[in-house]
């Protein structure tokens, strides 16, 4: 009944952009952080970005930071990861993952938003060059 999906994943060209969308079923995003990972075949699981929800604080990889931007609406149960400027590094498998808030909030730390109990599926990005 818990349930992650991601979709809007796709096949695009380096520059272009895409809109990751995350929907939850089964339980509400209040007080829950949200976040994004990808995995790139034959490489370890990064951490893209995340998102608390009480005060908004995200965290961004440095390799996509000023290109990607997180974003949620709880009435709709939605996460969302907008991508700019795609560069062919991107390619990678995007899950989206949500839990419990972690309440020491310290931005030097990846993905320090909270503790990723539930996760999805994955959607399929790739960007050609």
């Known amino acids: 009944q818990v349930e992650l999906v991601e979709s809007g994943g796709g096949l695009v060209q380096a520059g272009d952009s895409l809109t990751l969308s995350c929907d939850a079923s089964?339980?509400?995003?209040?007080?829950?952080?949200v976040a994004w990972f990808r995995q790139a075949p034959g490489k370890e699981r990064e951490g893209v970005s995340c998102?608390?929800?009480?005060?908004?604080?995200?965290y961004y990889a440095n390799s996509v930071k000023g290109r990607f931007t997180i974003s949620r609406d709880n009435a709709k149960k939605t996460v969302y990861l907008q991508m700019n400027s795609l560069k062919a590094e991107d390619t990678a498998v995007y899950y989206c993952?949500?839990?419990?808030?972690?309440?020491?909030?310290?931005?030097?730390?990846?993905?320090?938003?909270?503790?990723?109990?539930?996760w999805g599926r994955g959607t399929q990005v790739t960007v050609s060059s």
């Open positions: 993952a949500t839990g419990p808030q972690n309440e020491m909030v310290d931005s030097s730390i990846p993905m320090y938003c909270g503790i990723y109990d539930y």
């Open positions: 998102m608390r929800d009480s005060d908004r604080r995200t």
């Open positions: 089964g339980f509400t995003l209040d007080y829950y952080a």
